[in-house]
């Protein structure tokens, strides 16, 4: 080797390794409130060309006796499960022991559903079956704690709720909507065709091949307690949960396991080892109309920032899971948390993205300039107030404008303060979001001179919202008692003072009236639809949320 070409490749690794001591000073800082035993915390990982270039544990495992979170710490992955018992379907499909286009009839033949459901429709998530932990709750009995009794957080009660229903939330293959059902179904799936318990049968054709010994789905005959944090915005809450159903949660796994399990993706090792079964499993389903649905064998398939990413998360209420891909360039980003603050999770595992594309990402695809004006302060409180949407599938969205320090802001959540609006003229505003891509909100007047606000979203989204009308409404119209009639499923609906709340058991929603009839509960964000009869009375309500649809019940007195 030549001097020159041995000063080269020495410049280049000192300029790597700095490079590399950089963004890892970047990380330590982005995780900085993560990084005390005095709350919860979690592990981080970075794989560039199937090498491991960050890990650390930060936080604790458990504050009360101060056990730091470890590498080897084992954290419960939630939805993140999903790519594994979709894995199963694919090695199963591999193996020809069953289809994606086989009708689930052929293994439910006593679901009353008239539509053809189909393998491929529960694995992207275009079956259209409502929600069955929803069902459970609505129709089973609530404790004292407003959670369903463990006698219902099973398998088969969940079946028995869906075994009643007939109506879908949408017909099959017309949207796709995240349901955690299809996962429960896929996962009994496996053990009807395998003849194994979904934990066996991932065991032997996933974990122990691939040498994953720190991963298993915790089913009722495991009962693994885990330990993680419930976070409400100011304090933390230990709590534990010890396994049940699977195959849409309820997975345990180790931060080495899951960069196993990501390098796997490049090099397969599974089932015949066909080095495209991923390509494979990992491509977009399609709805009726030929558009993409976003979602795979259990990922959601997109873009970012120019580049394509496969990437998942999860949140059973304790803990947080989120692996992002962006194959073109070979890079994973993996962060597990002992703590609900999913939110806090996946910003910060995307900000990681960001640093090791940064040299690579696509400008911002906005490249708008704008001159703002002052405007005064009876200006900007004319403009203040909630406004509503319903779309043509019936679901809801809220908008909440407010102005503090001389400055308007918008959100679609009641409890967060959202993006500053910056006025280019009196009524025309933009906001920024954190991806640097701009809102652009117009004010507006209808026919009947009520304000409007108009949202643009990158020249795609384009919505109009309505100034709810509280005074509208009369909330004693609406006191009873709602039964639906195929789950026996009973809401109660209390009015008090104008303000009503719609009841199961000690769960209570308040509801936000858009306008007479039609309310919004922010917890789920479902719309409270009331029905009439001829003579003006209220004789019924229908539900509709966005994995629960057109839910009817009747009043009962």
């Given amino acids: ?55 650390k544990a930060y936080g604790a495992a458990d504050t009360k006796s101060g056990i730091p979170n470890l590498i080897s710490t084992p954290f419960e992955l939630a939805s993140m499960a999903k790519q594994f018992t979709a894995t199963c379907i694919g090695l199963l499909e591999e193996q020809d022991k069953l289809s994606k286009e086989d009708d689930i009839k052929k293994y439910y033949p006593e679901l009353r559903f008239s539509e053809n459901i189909r393998i491929k429709n529960l694995l992207d998530h275009t079956s259209g079956i409502r929600e069955a932990y ?75 091949p691939l040498k994953m010994s720190s991963t298993f789905f915790n089913d009722v005959e ?33 931060i080495d396991d899951l960069i196993i399990w990501s390098n796997n993706f490049y090099h397969n090792k599974l089932g015949k080892s066909d080095l495209n079964l991923f390509d494979r499993l990992y491509l977009s389903g399609k709805l009726n109309n030929g558009e993409d649905t976003g979602y795979g064998y259990g990922v959601f398939v997109s873009s970012y920032k120019g580049f394509n990413q496969i990437y998942h998360g999860g949140d059973n209420g304790i803990h947080t899971s989120i692996m992002i891909r962006v194959p073109d360039k070979k890079l994973v980003v993996i962060c597990l948390a002992n703590s609900s603050r999913y939110d806090d999770n996946e910003r910060k595992a995307y900000k990681i993205v960001d640093m090791f594309l940064e040299n690579s990402l696509e400008t911002s695809k906005t490249s708008e300039h704008f ?101 509208e409404i009369q909330s004693r119209d609406y006191k009873g008692t709602y039964i639906n009639e195929s789950t026996m499923a009973k809401i109660k609906v209390k ?63």
């Fill in 1 to 55: 080797m030549t001097f020159q070409r041995y000063l080269i490749i020495s410049i280049l690794f000192v300029f790597k390794l700095e490079s590399g001591l950089c963004q890892a000073e970047k990380i330590d800082s982005l995780f900085k409130d993560w990084d005390s035993l005095n709350k919860p915390g979690g592990v981080v990982a970075v794989i560039m060309d199937g090498e491991v270039v960050y890990k």
């Fill in 222 to 254: 495991s009962k693994t307690e885990t330990v993680g944090y419930s976070y409400n915005g100011k304090r933390f809450k230990r709590r534990s949960t010890s396994g049940g159903i699977v195959g849409d949660h309820n997975l345990i796994s180790t």
């Fill in 134 to 208: 929803v069902l459970a709750v609505l129709s089973g009995k609530v404790n004292l704690k407003g959670q369903l009794p463990k006698k219902y957080q099973t398998k088969e009660y969940l079946f028995k709720t869906l075994h009643r229903e007939t109506d879908l939330n949408f017909k099959t293959g017309e949207e796709m909507v995240y349901t955690n059902v299809n996962y429960i179904l896929l996962g009994d799936i496996v053990e009807k065709v395998s003849g194994m318990k979904l934990k066996h049968f991932a065991d032997s054709a996933i974990f122990r």
């Fill in 371 to 471: 001159s703002y004006v002052n405007l005064n302060k009876t200006q900007l409180s004319s403009k203040t107030g909630l406004f509503y949407l319903i779309g043509k599938n019936g679901l809801g969205q809220l908008r909440k404008i407010i102005l503090e320090n001389e400055s308007l802001y918008i959100s679609d959540n009641l409890n967060v303060k959202g993006l500053k609006l910056n006025p280019i003229s009196e009524n025309y505003f933009v906001a920024e979001n954190p991806s640097k891509e701009f809102i652009h909100v117009r004010f507006l007047k209808d026919s009947t001179d009520k304000l409007i606000l108009h949202e643009i979203y990158l020249d795609k989204v384009d919505l109009k919202f309505s100034l709810c009308n509280p005074t």
């Fill in 495 to 557: 009015a008090k003072n104008q303000k009503i709340k719609a009841r199961k058991g000690i769960i209570q929603i308040p509801l936000i009236p858009f306008k007479e009839d039609i309310f919004y509960a922010t917890q789920n964000d479902a719309v409270f639809l009331f029905d009439r009869d001829s003579a003006g009375q209220v004789v019924g309500l229908r539900i509709n949320a966005q994995d629960f649809r057109n839910f009817k019940l009747k009043r009962a007195d």
